[in-house]
């Protein structure tokens, strides 16, 4: 019964921003006349590149994407991993089964593959136990963006390998750790925050016992995959810095060490716009308390160091200021704590809070695909 229940929690939870999602959209299509539908909404933006990455390759991606300036090259796909659409494509490859279809399993498998990696270590961490892994699992699952769990998109499938590979290092499992590294670093360039946490924390078991294999592999392992696509791309586009290159072309994405992120704060704290907009500050600003809230409760260096990782690659970027907070998605070892804390207090409690994180989530998630009319 206890193996069953990370994934009907998600499930549970997903579902619930789903109906929420329909119910927006409904409203919205009165509101305005229109007849656009969830399962649409739920494809939208990146969904649509996947989607065509996935059906056709990087050579037979339908015309009319774009990048954020309207254009498009032969080297624009490039933008978008290849990890996510093999999956999808491998999928589409069943008897009966659409594009679209498989995108939404491969993203709804990666989701229950994530969830129960959570479970697992949500126990494994120190102080943990059964209920604080699902506890954590509840709050992955009700994140302010998790939405795009359910969308076809990327971060169910990098979340499931970044779990399980943050799994092996607490758990010193070196080969699980470096391999599942390895596979996220082909689904999304936030694999690099991954990166560092695997190694770091290999390097120092085999500082600490030479003869340990194990680490030595893990470590080797782990940055195979962001590598071989960045060499991929740079061969392709005959620039060592290809794919870097291709994100500042079409995206206006580069890091600036953070300048742009700090002026879009203040320009929205002192003159808010939309909800979106102003949610994305004040996520941005509770990643970093939790940063330091993680430090104080003593969790795993490993996995603060990942968390800080995706917050630098985040916060750092100058890319679109709507993205921000779907790119706090992966920095899910900062609610570890929480789960820690939650796990301790009477069930009403837990219960009460846990409640109010899905119906925010289900509303943010909502508001983000059917109101929002910008890219996410």
Not at 200 to 210: S, Y
Not at 276 to 298: D, K, P, S
Not at 337 to 363: D, E, H, K, N, Q
Request: proline share 4%; aromatic share 12%; hydrophobic share 55%.
């Amino acid at each position: 019964m206890v193996w069953s229940a990370p994934g009907l929690i998600y499930l549970f939870v997903r579902q619930v921003g789903l109906y929420v999602l329909q119910l927006v959209v409904e409203y919205q299509n009165k509101l305005h006349g229109t007849t656009n539908t969830a399962l649409g909404e739920l494809k939208t933006w990146d969904g649509e590149w996947f989607l065509g990455i996935a059906a056709g390759g990087y050579h037979d991606v339908p015309g009319r994407l774009t990048d954020a300036a309207g254009r498009r090259s032969a080297e624009t796909p490039l933008a978008f991993f290849p990890g996510y659409p093999a999956l999808v494509r491998w999928v589409d490859s069943l008897p009966g089964v659409t594009v679209e279809g498989a995108a939404f399993a491969v993203s709804l498998i990666s989701g229950l593959f994530c969830a129960y990696g959570l479970f697992v270590l949500g126990r494994a961490v120190r102080g943990g136990s059964v209920p604080s892994g699902l506890i954590l699992v509840t709050l992955f699952a009700a994140s302010p963006m998790a939405v795009v769990l359910s969308m076809t998109y990327s971060e169910a499938t990098f979340c499931a390998f970044a779990v399980w590979a943050l799994v092996g290092v607490v758990k010193k499992r070196w080969i699980l750790a470096g391999v599942s590294c390895a596979a996220a670093g082909l689904v999304r360039p936030t694999a690099g925050a991954l990166i560092a946490a695997v190694v770091l924390a290999a390097v120092v078991a085999v500082i600490a016992d030479k003869r340990d294999w194990r680490a030595w592999v893990g470590a080797l392992a782990a940055p195979l995959g962001l590598l071989g696509y960045l060499a991929w791309v740079a061969i392709r586009t005959r620039d060592l810095a290809g794919w870097f290159g291709v994100q500042q072309r079409g995206w206006g994405s580069r890091f600036d060490g953070g300048a742009a992120t700090w002026k879009f704060a203040f320009e929205h704290l002192g003159n808010p716009r939309s909800e979106l907009e102003t949610g994305t500050v004040w996520l941005l600003v509770l990643a970093i308390v939790l940063v330091f809230y993680a430090f104080q409760r003593r969790l795993e260096w490993p996995l603060i160091v990942y968390a800080i990782g995706v917050l630098v690659m985040d916060m750092g970027s100058n890319g679109l200021m709507n993205s921000k907070a779907r790119l706090l998605l992966p920095a899910f070892t900062l609610l570890v704590p929480l789960a820690l804390v939650l796990a301790r207090r009477r069930l009403s409690t837990v219960l009460t809070v846990l409640g109010l994180a899905i119906l925010f989530s289900a509303w943010f998630g909502a508001y983000s695909l059917a109101v929002w009319q910008y890219a996410i």
